[in-house]
């Protein structure tokens, strides 16, 4: 059974089209994530979620809105894609603040491709 | 803010030979999380290993071991007897105790195994 799962996996589109990612783990997690990583493969956080509520948004475009209707789920709609938007999104889970060692579980990744 | 820094863009071993990958991170906190994530060609985030700050003994999971030196905030990983299946990126990362939940990664090293 697949942790931490995402779709799609690969996602092709063009320049100024909305795209969303969907996220969801049955690790029963409390905290969820989304990671960018670029052309470099240089990892970085873009949001946390902790009980579906916002608890890390790290200075990313308001084109991009992450939105968590439970606490298993986390989506990621990119408004208005551009060029530099181009990357592999993982998404990843942990247990929450009060419980142990804040291992963070990823999901394959989706490459998004921007032409 | 932390930093975590990855002296080795690439390295090579022989198969069945010992490798250490180095990683050095910045931060004026005593209580956190050091992790190493491996990255196949298939690009999911695998975790390898982890170290709690607290803990004087080292890490160690199989034929992956870590040298965690607090002091010089060091944390290498070192690879036995190192098989194929081991090339990858392999990313170390620095989680905060208590904080915020995000992890810190470093740029990667890329380990190819040479038969």
């Known amino acids: 059974d697949t942790a931490v799962s995402q779709t799609p996996k690969y996602l092709v589109t063009q320049m100024g089209n909305d795209k969303s990612i969907k996220c969801e783990q049955n690790?029963?997690?409390?905290?969820m994530y989304w990671y960018k990583q670029d052309s470099k493969k240089f990892l970085k956080i873009m949001f946390s979620?902790?009980?579906?509520?916002?608890?890390i948004n790290e200075t990313v475009p308001n084109r991009f809105s992450p939105k968590s209707p439970d606490k298993a789920h986390l989506n990621l709609h990119i408004n208005s894609l551009e060029l530099g938007d181009s990357a592999v999104y993982f998404c990843?889970?942990?247990?929450?603040?009060?419980?142990?060692?804040?291992?963070?579980?990823f999901g394959p990744g989706t490459r998004l491709t921007v032409l | 803010a932390q930093t975590v820094t990855q002296s080795q863009p690439e390295m090579s071993v022989q198969e069945a030979e010992t490798v250490t990958l180095s990683c050095t991170y910045d931060?004026?906190?005593?209580?956190?999380?050091l992790f190493w994530y491996k990255q196949p060609p298939s690009r999911q985030m695998i975790l390898v290993i982890r170290?709690?700050?607290?803990?004087?003994q080292n890490a160690t999971e199989n034929r992956f071991s870590v040298n965690f030196q607090k002091a010089a905030k060091s944390f290498s990983l070192k690879i036995s007897d190192s098989q194929l299946g081991d090339a990858a990126m392999y990313f170390c990362?620095?989680?905060?105790?208590?904080?915020?939940?995000?992890?810190?990664f470093g740029k990667g090293t890329k380990l190819t195994v040479n038969p």
């Open positions: 990843a889970s942990s247990q929450g603040v009060l419980a142990g060692t804040r291992t963070q579980y």
């Open positions: 690790l029963g997690h409390d905290t």
């Open positions: 979620y902790n009980n579906k509520e916002l608890i």
């Open positions: 931060t004026s906190e005593s209580d956190y999380y």
């Open positions: 170290q709690e700050a607290y803990k004087q």
């Open positions: 990362a620095y989680g905060l105790q208590g904080g915020s939940e995000k992890l810190v």
